[in-house]
């Protein structure tokens, strides 16, 4: 299974980045995978989602600014 989280309510960029977390898992669904799509807003959100998956995560993405997820991970 692919995981892709996304923020979606990130100041003004929220719609550019779920567009662009629709967008891979549009791609990667026609490639015959399994994709679940996750918008959250916290750390706390994607760990919580990640932990609960209900299969095995293959891949994992994030999409988000940053300045904002990329120091925490």
């Known amino acids: 299974m692919i995981w892709i989280g996304y923020t979606a309510g990130y100041r003004d960029g929220g719609p550019g980045l779920r567009q662009a977390a629709i967008t891979l898992a549009r791609e990667r669904t026609?490639?015959?995978q399994v994709v679940r799509l996750h918008a959250g807003e916290t750390m706390?959100?994607?760990v919580e989602?990640?932990?609960g998956a209900p299969e095995?995560?293959?891949e994992?993405?994030?999409i988000?600014?940053?300045g904002l997820?990329?120091?925490m991970f």
């Open 64 to 66: 988000g600014h940053s």
């Open 60 to 62: 994992l993405h994030l």
């Open 44 to 46: 706390r959100d994607f």
């Open 49 to 51: 989602a990640v932990a």
């Open 69 to 71: 997820y990329g120091p």
């Open 30 to 32: 026609r490639a015959g």
């Open 56 to 58: 095995p995560i293959d």
